[in-house]
Structure formats: C-alpha cells, structure tokens
C-alpha cells in the first residue's frame, strides 16, 4: 500500500515538475532576482526584440536543464548524488524563474516549441540515467559546459543597454560553473570531443528556431 501511495505521489510530483515548467510564468524562484536593483540603459525597440530572443532562448535552455535532471531522476541510481542534483535542478527552477520575468519586462514569450524540447531532454536525461551514473553526471557535466559557452556569448550578444538580462545571466553562469564542477567531482565522465560536438550541433538547432518561435 505505502509503496503503491509513493509511486503515486513520485507520479504527481513529477507532474507537477513538467507543468511548473511549461505554463508560463508558474515556476517560483527560491532566490531574489538578480537583477534586483539594477536598471537598463535605453534600449530601442529592435534591441529590445532582439534581447528577448537571446532571453527565450535562456529559457528553453532551463526548460531543457529542468527535464535532463528529471529524465535522469527517473532512472538513475545516484545513491551518494541525488541530494546534490536535487539542489542543482531547485537552482535551475530559479533560472527558469527568473527568464521567465525577464521576458515578460521584454513584452517577450516564453517558446512555442518547449513541450517538445522538455520530451526530447527527458528522453536524453532518462537514456544517461540508465546506461549508469558515471555517464549520467556526466553528461550533466558537458552540458553544464556547454550553457556556460552559451551564457558567455549572449552576454556579449545582448543589447548595452540590457544590464537587468545581463545581471540575470552572470548569475546563470557563476550557477552552471558550479553545476559542472559537482558533476565532475562525483565521478562523471569526460566525454570525448564527437559526443560534445553533437550536443553542440542539437544546441545550435535549439537556438535558430528558439530566437524565433
Ligand atoms: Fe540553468
Ligand atoms: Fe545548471
């Protein structure tokens, strides 16, 4: 009975996850935003177009980091971890969170193509779990690796005037830095360079159709 009632309550925990991801402007983050305090510079209205792009890209990015660690969660052992990769992905709700706010002071949305790059990360995290927890953590790793290549260039990308987008992502990046740091440190392997250049060829497909749709 108390195993069939966890399963239940593990099911609509993980609902819960799926739908706080993908409604729009339901996520909470636990931290103040880091751009609290901070005020743009002018921006025009191309350049404020343009930051909410990179910035919904951001998003779909958590969208992605928020399934990997669910679609892992499902599958993985992760005895000594799972505390740790609970942290990181409450930190990636916070990101979520705060792109989300963003956009919405950008008069931006959120991407009409999340529920199908949720499906596709779950699937990729869940694939990672199974086949053991050294490939797991690390493909948290590489792809901790690869957002914070990502973040470092939309900072460059964003408008001057955009200091709020750009308070948001330097934190992002110090979080991800961390996220990479744990992954390696618990055991994860280091991929070899063609599997990081196929991640990185998926995250150049995730971001032309992100900046538009
Ligand atoms: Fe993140
Ligand atoms: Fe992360």
């Avoid at 108390?2 to 593990?10: A, F, I, M, P, Y």
């Avoid at 099911?11 to 305090?37: C, E, W, Y």
Wanted: aromatic share 6%; charged share 25%; with cysteine.
């Amino acid at each position: 009975m108390s195993r069939q009632l966890s399963r239940t309550d593990n099911l609509i925990q993980q609902f819960d996850t799926i739908l706080r991801t993908l409604v729009p402007h339901a996520a909470s983050a636990s931290r103040a935003n880091p751009a609290v305090g901070t005020q743009d510079a002018e921006m025009t209205d191309a350049e404020r177009r343009h930051a909410a792009g990179l910035m919904r890209i951001n998003h779909t990015g958590e969208v992605c980091a928020q399934a990997l660690y669910q679609g892992q969660g499902a599958t993985a052992k992760l005895h000594e971890t799972r505390a740790q990769m609970e942290q990181a992905a409450s930190e990636e709700i916070d990101h979520l969170a705060w792109c989300d706010e963003r956009l919405r002071e950008l008069d931006g949305r959120t991407s009409y193509l999340n529920p199908a790059f949720y499906a596709a990360s779950f699937g990729m995290g869940a694939l990672a779990g199974k086949l053991g927890d050294n490939i797991s953590l690390g493909f948290v790793a590489a792809t901790e690796e690869q957002v914070g290549r990502h973040l470092d260039d939309h900072m460059h990308k964003l408008p001057m005037g955009d200091r709020r987008s750009r308070a948001v992502l330097e934190q992002m990046r110090t979080d991800e830095a961390h996220h990479e740091r744990w992954a390696l440190e618990a055991g994860g392997a280091r991929f070899p360079m063609p599997v990081k250049l196929g991640m990185r060829l998926m995250s150049r497909v995730m971001t032309k159709s992100v900046y538009q749709l």
